[in-house]
């Protein structure tokens, strides 16, 4: 699995003496392990701030404010977790270079994992963990739309955090 990691803020998250990098790379491989993905993958992870994502959400969501995590999947699924229909033969899906399967871009505030971790009660190693697992999901086609789909996801969710031993 390949991680393109960039954080464009001087913040400094407490993550009980784990890099972002090695967190979020933890958080993604359990992901991609508990939904099953039979390629190796490749995503993309950006730290930014409060302006840095509501500038994102503006653009691509027509949203004006910022928000804690943008997820923007590469790919379409039939169903959540299901890559039946992914082509890996001469497919834009996968990078030329390393034959990964490009899943697409995760955007996390890092102010928003600060003032979330403080809002709910837990550490911001935990909550930054989870928006990771929760954009993940995003990235395999998991939504949280309808009632239905929220509760598969929250038990994914659950799932991951599990594994990386990081629960509620």
Known sequence: MTLNYENETNTVLDLQQESEEALARRVIEAGLDIVDCPYEAQVSLLITDDEGIREMNRQFRSI?????VLSFPLQEYPAPGDFSQIDEE??????PDSGELLLG?????ANRVISQAEEYGHSQKREYAFLIAHSILHLTGFDHMEEEEREQMEE??????????IPR
């Open 156 to 165: 994914f969710q659950r799932r991951i955090m599990d594994a990386v031993q």
């Open 90 to 95: 001469g497919s834009d899906e996968f990078d």
């Open 105 to 109: 871009d995760i955007v996390i505030n």
């Open 64 to 68: 004006d404010e910022a928000t804690d």
